[in-house]
């Protein structure tokens, strides 16, 4: 259901969402629904989200780290991690052999604060 107001939003606020106009009337461009489509996916998976809010609250691990606090397997959290990455909200670092990721707040933060404008412009009915 999530994903169909998703889906109805992209088409009746298209418009308003690609240009809106700050406060001091300059126009701004909004990014492609496409990538909040793509962000909301990959939030859209309770084990993602623990993976954000793990990361949110202890800042830099490796895959062997954040598996330590799941009962899935190691590929099953690579695999998560992928389509977090994939969708900007985690970054990676390579260390070695390790890889350590991190969230990146600024960007879900910003893409949130997006979407929440662009809806917020859309008619009520």
């Known amino acids: 259901m999530f994903l169909t107001k998703i889906f109805l939003f992209r088409y009746t606020c298209i418009n308003r969402f690609t240009h809106v106009y700050a406060s001091n009337g300059t126009s701004m461009q909004r990014p492609d629904p496409e990538d909040i489509i793509h ?20 800042g830099t691990l490796n895959v062997g780290d954040i598996a330590g606090f799941f009962t899935m397997s190691r590929p099953a959290i690579s ?5 977090l990455k994939d969708a900007g909200v985690l970054r990676s670092e390579k260390s070695g052999q390790e890889v350590y990721y991190h969230l990146d707040r600024d960007h879900v933060v910003a893409a949130l604060r997006e979407l929440a404008d662009a809806v917020a412009l859309c008619k009520e009915e």
Do not use: C, Q, W, Y
């Open 79 to 83: 695999h998560h991690l992928k389509v």
């Open 39 to 58: 962000l909301m996916t990959a939030l859209g998976e309770p084990a993602r989200l623990r993976i954000l809010f793990l990361l949110g609250e202890k």
